[in-house]
């Protein structure tokens, strides 16, 4: 007598639906710090932003004055010289980024999963992700570096440190940077969150154990009812306040030799480097045209039939986005480059 056993007679499906997991989301960070400037519609791609410098400074050093009082005594009777202003103009062209994806008639009629659905929840979650890295890329260019235990990427041999700190913060005072005091919500509700004066550090996780080691280095738990300026900050050192994100730029392979140190090299040879954006107020902004700010989203569904689909066999999801990003004063920033511990046992 034959008995029948689970794949005999062969089953028609032989499975069965289980839950739709979690997947990786990017995480932006940097964006909280930036000043938000919206310009006009209609008036051109290109905006051109203008800044008074200074008495005593010049264009290329707009942050170090030259100045006396007795430069400024008036003699009696004596008319004293009439001066000019000098300023400082900065020009930036906005673009359009965005993303497109697509799926079939039968997809959406015959799929068990809801693809459109999950096309339009990953252009959120991608552009997102481009609109941090054009950020990036923009605090990327900041001249005022530092490289620790070293005075090159190539030379950088030490992860972040106290003196490093202490000489980014040196820094920013000599150059007369503001405390930020409010930064932008992180969370899907538009306004700011309202801090006690301090700058914003913004790395990679990997710095978070070379972080907690610094002498002085106070957690988020420490804060009392001091409120913390994004989800993905871990404390402060002084007036610097960390934030990390598995996001921001790590670089393989460019520092100093590892020999005879605990510094994290990708092939064991020269130490990884991990760049570390030390921000004060007004130090960079982005632009975006007043109304074309947000990302805008279409599904345009294969219901919809014109000559180019006249059978209706093709449906789209996409999102695009108008931005760009500068820096508005570079001794109000600082780009740091740090080694990480490699943790070993």
């Not at 260019?141 to 030490?158: A, H, Q, V």
């Not at 913390?228 to 934030?243: D, L, P, Q, W």
């Not at 605990?262 to 007043?290: C, E, P």
Request: charged share 15%; aromatic share 8%; net charge negative.
């Amino acid at each position: 007598m034959t008995t029948a056993t689970l794949n005999s007679p062969a089953q028609r499906i032989g499975k069965q639906l289980g839950r739709i997991l979690k997947h990786a989301i990017l995480t932006q960070t940097l964006e909280i710090s930036g000043e938000a400037h919206t310009a006009a519609a209609k008036r051109g791609a290109t905006v051109s932003f203008r800044q008074v410098v200074p008495y005593g400074a010049t264009a290329a050093a707009p942050n170090t004055f030259s100045n006396t009082a007795a430069a400024h005594l008036i003699q009696e009777g004596v008319t004293p010289p009439a001066d000019s202003l000098v300023v400082l103009d900065t020009e930036v062209t906005v673009n359009k980024f965005g993303a497109l994806y697509g799926y079939t008639d039968q997809t959406e009629a015959l799929g068990e999963d809801d693809i459109p659905m999950w096309m339009e929840e990953q252009l959120g979650e991608r552009l997102g992700d481009v609109r941090e890295k054009i950020y990036i890329g923009a605090v990327q260019g900041c001249t005022n570096r530092f490289y620790s235990g070293g005075t090159t990427r190539l030379t950088t041999d030490e992860p972040v440190t106290l003196n490093l700190v202490n000489r980014i913060t040196r820094s920013l005072a000599a150059a007369h940077a503001k405390f930020v005091r409010n930064a932008v919500s992180s969370s899907v509700n538009f306004g700011s969150v309202a801090l006690q004066k301090t700058y914003l550090a913004f790395g990679n996780t990997n710095l978070q154990q070379d972080v907690e080691a610094i002498p002085g280095y106070k957690t988020v738990s420490d804060y009392g009812k001091m409120q913390t300026a994004h989800e993905m900050e871990i404390g402060c050192v002084g007036s610097v306040r960390f934030i990390l994100s598995p996001d921001m730029p790590l670089i393989a392979d460019v520092g100093a030799a590892i020999a005879g140190t605990n510094n994290y090299s990708t092939t064991g040879t020269s130490a990884d480097i991990a760049q570390l954006f030390v921000i004060a107020k007004d130090a960079w902004g982005h632009v975006a045209f007043r109304g074309l700010d947000a990302i805008k989203f279409n599904n345009i569904s294969p219901n919809k039939v014109d000559k180019s689909d006249p059978t209706g066999e093709r449906g789209y999801c996409s999102g695009t986005f108008y931005d760009c990003a500068f820096i508005a004063n570079h001794g109000w920033m600082a780009v740091a480059e740090v080694t990480y511990s490699s943790l070993t046992n």
